[in-house]
């Protein structure tokens, strides 16, 4: 089975028939068969050796704790589902171009584990092709968005709801963790199956017209960030492994294009109607401009 995110494939090899657990998917099936080479190849069922030693990153989050060793010629993960009592393991390139995994979408322990084993390969493999996946809340008005970016609990979804509210013609693209990419000379920002709480999995892109740093104030105000400050806003928000230096390097490079390319302000913001216009007509004057 083929997926198509951000524009770019990812080949699934022993899923035929999508769950109905990974439903989140299931608008970015490819029902084409298109000659584009896939930048990920995911092979599942397969037997992998355990990794020894202790691992280069270990994380836990929704009751899941995921292992990571960065070894020689390979990177090899394990995750275990504590409410399952299952672990299930992936091994991959360095470039993330071929992926093993022993689990499969027959149960469901094993098609949750292989969802995230799909987002994981997306965002390293995509590392290598100018993309990133960015920790945001993105809206999309005709075919220009604002993306809003910060730590959780900032307000980001709570700016997203006021546009929706408040700018006609707006609709949400991603509530969680939408795609950057720069394409062609322009940074798109694309909806993912990855959207936290909120079940909004559209596979649509528009150009970036201005990206916020959210900041809860007592005024709304807007002040633009220089090079470094947005380069420093921006890659704390984006998914890596800081010990991983070949796909670290990708993200970085890929994160200073988009600093460079796109306005980036510090939103200050009460989340009222006043803070949604303040954001929006720096959009309009961005789009103006390019036009």
Request: glycine share 8%; charged share 20%; aromatic share 8%.
């Amino acid at each position: 089975m083929n997926f198509s995110i951000a524009g770019l494939k990812i080949e699934v090899d022993g899923m035929d028939v999508l769950p109905q657990q990974m439903f989140n998917l299931r608008p970015f099936v490819s029902v084409t068969d298109d000659a584009a080479e896939p930048i990920c190849k995911i092979k599942c069922g397969c037997r992998l050796a355990t990794a020894v030693g202790h691992p280069s990153l270990t994380s836990s989050f929704d009751g899941k704790t995921l292992s990571l060793w960065l070894l020689p010629g390979r990177n090899v993960v394990a995750l275990r589902l504590g409410y399952h009592g299952t672990t299930y393991h992936l091994e991959a390139s360095c470039d993330w171009l071929h992926v093993r995994t022993d689990c499969t979408a027959d149960t469901l322990a094993g098609s949750i584990a292989l969802g995230d084993f799909i987002m994981i390969s997306f965002i390293y493999s995509s590392a290598y092709h100018d993309t990133v996946l960015i920790h945001a809340s993105c809206v999309a008005v005709g075919s220009s968005a604002a993306v809003f970016v910060g730590p959780s609990g900032i307000g980001k979804s709570t700016h997203s709801n006021l546009w929706l509210r408040y700018v006609a013609g707006s609709r949400l693209l991603n509530d969680d963790q939408p795609a950057l990419r720069v394409h062609n000379g322009d940074v798109m920002v694309y909806g993912t199956p990855w959207s936290g709480k909120t079940h909004c999995y559209r596979n649509e892109s528009a150009r970036v017209s201005n990206i916020f740093v959210m900041a809860q104030a007592k005024r709304n105000e807007a002040v633009r960030l220089d090079g470094p400050n947005s380069f420093c806003a921006l890659i704390d928000m984006t998914s890596l492994i800081k010990s991983d230096i070949a796909s670290f390097t990708r993200i970085s490079g890929t994160v200073a294009a988009i600093a460079s390319r796109v306005g980036i302000y510090k939103l200050y913001n009460r989340a009222d109607r006043e803070a949604v216009e303040t954001s929006h007509a720096i959009c309009l004057q961005s789009y103006n401009k390019e036009k």
